[in-house]
């Protein structure tokens, strides 16, 4: 039987953490394990960190996708977003039309675009620096939190450069901090078996630590639900915490519920169908207690619907990600109502547990 299951510690695991002890694998790997009522207690311990660390208010931040292709040399087994060339419903957006979809969001109020796209198979590092270029020239005023280390390692590669070189000209082009996305799981054996064409974990963190140490900060993330261990996740967020305590560089970490609809990973019958509510609950709580040098924990309505978001906010999480007009990579994996929150409903959600909503910037100064 798990450790978990048969109550051992529990209590003093919980209270200690509360206390500053910093949680081990171990111990992670225990409230990972629990799946009585006593999930509410971790919860609970989850959400008093939360308001110790960082205390009451749910942000969110004002943001726009600009997904600017969806053709992609990769074939991730559990994306349902990229293309082949030839493929219906392929695109690639020129120049003029993401300075339309830049104009657009500007008359929004947006204060962050975000454009993680396909790998496309002409894109180098100039295709970068262009559309971000593009972006900055029309809207100065606006974040751009783009691209991640599997493009930038891309782009390097493409261009014949180093990833640092290429960081620098995305910096100059206009970027404003980088994805945390490509991380999946941050275990090359499942690498291998969700995403073989992906950077390997060395590289992802090497990417961040040196995005990190041009003055680029990042997000963090994690994909789960799909056909790693508790062990894996535990061992990703071992990964992201060391980075952490190193840099300082990580703005929030966002855990990503996988979504298996559409996806190959789940039709080949190699993922299971998603995570549990249990799993969404805890994955959420026990992030905040292990990640201790973390401010902010998000919770992603569009991974995991609306209702499941709100109760992470009460296990831990303190932030609601963005409006996202325009969202289609969880849309092509079989999400719905993925395309806009507004922030009425985030302040119908944060009101009706008794918390006050404050929209943020992607670097989370309060607006
Ligand atoms: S997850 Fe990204 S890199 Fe992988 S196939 Fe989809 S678009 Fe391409």
Known sequence: MPAGRRGEDLG???????EGHRLSEKEALLLFDVQDRRIWEVARAAD??????VGNRVTYVKNQNINVTNYCINSCGFCGFSKKPGDKDGFLYDMEEIRRKTEQAKSRGVTEICTVSGLHPDFDAGSYKRIFSVIHETAPEIHIHASNPMEVSYAAMKSGLSTEEVLRIMKEAGLGSLCGTAAEILIDEVRDLICPGKIRTDEWIRVIREAHSLGIKTTATIMYGHCESVYDRVRHLSILRKIQDETGGFTEFVPLSFIHMNTPLYRKGLARAGATGREDLLMIAVSRLFLDNLDHIQVSWVKTGVKMAQLGL???ADDMGGTMFEESISKGA???NTDYLDPAEMERIAMDIGRPLRQRTTLYDLL
């Not at 695991?13 to 509360?18: C, Q």
């Not at 008093?48 to 660390?53: G, I, V």
């Open 48 to 53: 008093k960190k939360r308001e110790m660390s």
């Open 334 to 336: 079989g999400a719905r």
């Open 12 to 18: 003093i695991i919980l209270d200690r953490a509360l």
């Open 314 to 316: 009460l296990s831990g």
